[in-house]
């Protein structure tokens, strides 16, 4: 059996360690399986106290405390090179936490892809968001368990010795290269900070054809904690695997019909061979709309943004977004086009915030119901007719021979009204679909001013 330890990265989240390592405690192990703990250096006393007192039950643990503090890039570097030392290593930072199955999962695919030349590494994390869109993705179900992608996972990630070897034989001719101006990679990549080890393993995977290879059904999820690099975020949960698989469905990468470039978009040649639309011509594939102008280095592209003519024409309801194209779904949201004739309005950025505010969107990624709008309509209809009321209440008032007590209790009856309307908005504009969605038309501080009226 091929000798891969598990490897946890820490710096100072001394509960989110705490976390993954219970649940690296539930996994399933058919063999001696060894722990490796690496602490940057200056990481809090509670992360090394956690470390230490943490018994590990399936073999040899091992901490590396280093003197000094890495950064997250010299750190993640730090720890693929330990694949010198083992078959490979299975790497997790921190704020991950991992199904039962997980090392069932990463050794049968070990098996399975460990001479396939074209990847760079397995992923056992389900990736389920475009970050370069800000729009949930969604792999292409082929049959098999597996999907690939010419994007790194840095949520759960195995490297062989021949993947790591590689990229760094490629890392040390390349590693001083500034990647904010390349424009081969999506916007955000660019923007990510000098820090970020993945945006170098990106562009070594596309300039050597390389893929990760992630499973449809994750084997860890991310908890997001608030650390040195970001904030708190619950965007990368994903749903776990708790039950064990005996056999998997792997597909050799040069016939899956899932693959995926770093854009989240489907390659043409799956595309050619699923659809009679694109036989015989060259064409890119932009359907989430954010490659830019200079990447359409084809005669055609199929694209979300707008054409002023087109080859063809395909509606949006069916996930994920391709199958649209595959299936011959009628419609005008994704064009077929000459790459001339597409639409240069705006820039990428700003397409690509309008998109993913545009409650068409939502409806269409997230799978939302029309049941939020429609409340929100609801609520706005109560509150005009609540201000309407008070109007004429008021009118009422002026010289009303009501007495003080009949008064009173049309100003109660009044304050309900406006308390519930306040209460339903509240619970609209908190729920995640709205706040992704438009503004709120009529914002809370009428609703002030109204009870200032009445009062």
């Not at 994903?238 to 005996?246: D, N, S």
Request: aromatic share 14%.
């Amino acid at each position: 059996m091929m000798n891969i330890p598990v490897v946890v990265a820490a710096f100072n989240r001394g509960s989110a360690l705490k976390r993954l390592l219970s649940s690296l405690l539930t996994a399933q192990y058919v063999d001696i399986v060894k722990l490796i703990i690496s602490i940057d250096g200056g990481g809090s006393s509670e992360v090394i106290q956690v470390a230490e007192q943490f018994e590990w039950p399936y073999g040899e643990k091992e901490i590396v405390l280093h003197s000094e503090n890495l950064g997250l890039r010299k750190h993640v570097l730090f720890c693929g090179g330990l694949t010198k030392l083992y078959d490979g290593i299975i790497l997790l930072e921190d704020d991950l936490f991992v199904s039962p199955s997980f090392y069932h999962y990463a050794i049968n695919a070990t098996e399975y892809y460990k001479d396939c030349s074209n990847l760079s590494g397995i992923a056992l994390y389900s990736l389920r968001y475009n970050e370069s869109a800000s729009l949930p993705f969604y792999p292409l179900n082929d049959g098999s368990d597996v999907f690939f992608m010419q994007l790194p996972c840095s949520w759960g990630q195995l490297w062989l010795k021949k993947h790591w070897l590689e990229f760094e034989d490629w890392y040390e001719a390349n590693g001083d290269l500034i990647l904010q101006d390349d424009h081969s990679l999506p916007n955000n990549v660019r923007r990510w900070p000098d820090t970020s080890w993945k945006k170098y393993f990106i562009k070594y995977m596309i300039e050597n054809d390389k893929y990760f290879v992630y499973p449809r059904c994750s084997y860890t999820t991310n908890f997001g904690d608030s650390g040195q690099h970001h904030k708190w975020t619950k965007l990368f949960q994903v749903p776990l695997v708790y039950g064990e698989k005996k056999i998997f469905d792997f597909v050799d990468c040069q016939q899956s019909m899932a693959k995926y470039d770093v854009f989240c978009e489907i390659l043409p040649d799956s595309l050619s061979q699923l659809s009679k639309d694109f036989k015989g011509i060259e064409f890119v594939v932009d359907l989430y709309g954010a490659k830019e102008k200079h990447l359409f280095n084809k005669e055609y592209v199929l694209t979300s943004k707008p054409c002023s003519q087109y080859r063809a024409t395909y509606g949006k309801h069916l996930l994920p977004i391709e199958c649209n194209v595959i299936s011959g779904i009628p419609g005008k949201e994704l064009f077929l086009s000459r790459n001339e004739h597409v639409s240069e309005a705006v820039s990428v950025d700003i397409y690509l915030e309008r998109q993913c505010c545009n409650a068409d969107e939502q409806l269409f990624f997230y799978n939302i119901d029309y049941i939020h709008f429609y409340n929100l309509n609801e609520c706005r209809r109560k509150y005009q007719e609540a201000q309407l009321r008070s109007e004429r209440i008021e009118e009422k008032f002026r010289g009303s021979k009501l007495t003080i007590q009949e008064m009173d209790q049309k100003l109660r009856e009044m304050d309900q009204k406006l308390c519930e309307a306040q209460m339903s908005i509240e619970t609209i504009r908190n729920s995640y679909s709205y706040k992704i969605g438009s503004k709120v038309v009529f914002p809370l501080s009428l609703l002030k001013k109204l009870y200032r009226k009445i009062y």
